[in-house]
């Protein structure tokens, strides 16, 4: 079965400062990665999917992240911090069983990030 | 076009009740997924529904359960509420999951005493 580990709990950074989040996943194959971002009393949204291909992969606010199959990870990164940028950050793995079916997202346990001013 | 509709945002349950959450997807969205959201747990999968029918359902007892409409509404429901069903519940709905676009509700929290 496949898990996701977010090794910080918790982040703080000053505005304008660059932030990597750390991600690392584990599952025989190559998964289906996905960042997520939560505000507090909302639901997730997306900021951007790994399937395959260009393991740098582009996202929604400014946030990139890298694949990196021999680590088994997927960091999240961001050159510089805003102030709007404070809330919580999700790593999801997506996969199939064996047949293909049973497709499900497991998250992992998510960093929340305090931006300072 | 409108996004993920979940009812009601709040909820206040004692023990032993149960409670049915309400949730609308994106128009032309077929699959609904429910994912139960707490601090200790973190987000945890409880079921998936494609045009009416459960294709997938995470390790929760069988006190959870769920349905479809024909017009892709979906409906989880909870029996005998516990203390530790205390959480925010998330309705997620996509063309495909597999494509990975989730679109979430903003969620139903819900307070079991």
């Known amino acids: 079965a496949q898990s996701v580990t977010q090794p910080d709990i918790h982040i703080t950074v000053s505005e304008g400062a660059s932030l990597e989040l750390r991600c690392n996943y584990s599952?025989?194959?190559?998964?289906?990665l996905f960042w997520y971002v939560q505000s507090p009393g909302q639901g997730l949204q997306l900021l951007l999917k790994y399937f395959s291909g260009d393991t740098l992969v582009q996202g929604i606010k400014g946030f990139e992240a890298e694949f990196k199959r021999s680590q088994s990870s997927f960091n999240l990164r961001k050159p510089s911090v805003h102030w709007s940028d404070a809330a919580e950050y999700f790593c999801?793995?997506?996969?199939?069983?064996?047949?293909?079916?049973?497709?499900?997202?497991?998250f992992g346990k998510g960093t929340l990030l305090t931006v300072n001013p | 076009k409108a996004g993920v509709t979940q009812t009601p945002r709040y909820l206040i349950k004692t023990r032993g009740q149960q409670v049915t959450l309400s949730c609308s997807p994106i128009s032309g969205h077929r699959s609904v997924s429910w994912y139960q959201q707490t601090p200790g747990q973190g987000l945890q999968f409880l079921f998936e529904y494609f045009s009416e029918t459960q294709r997938n359902k995470g390790n929760f007892p069988g006190r959870f359960s769920g349905r479809q409409f024909s017009n892709s509404r979906s409906e989880m429901n909870v029996s005998t509420l516990e203390l530790g069903d205390s959480a925010l519940y998330l309705c997620?709905?996509?063309?495909?999951?597999?494509?990975?676009?989730?679109?979430f509700g903003s969620g139903t929290q819900l307070s079991v005493l």
């Open positions: 999801a793995v997506g996969a199939a069983d064996s047949g293909g079916s049973n497709y499900k997202l497991t």
């Open positions: 997620a709905s996509s063309l495909d999951p597999r494509g990975g676009k989730l679109f």
């Open positions: 599952y025989g194959a190559t998964p289906y």
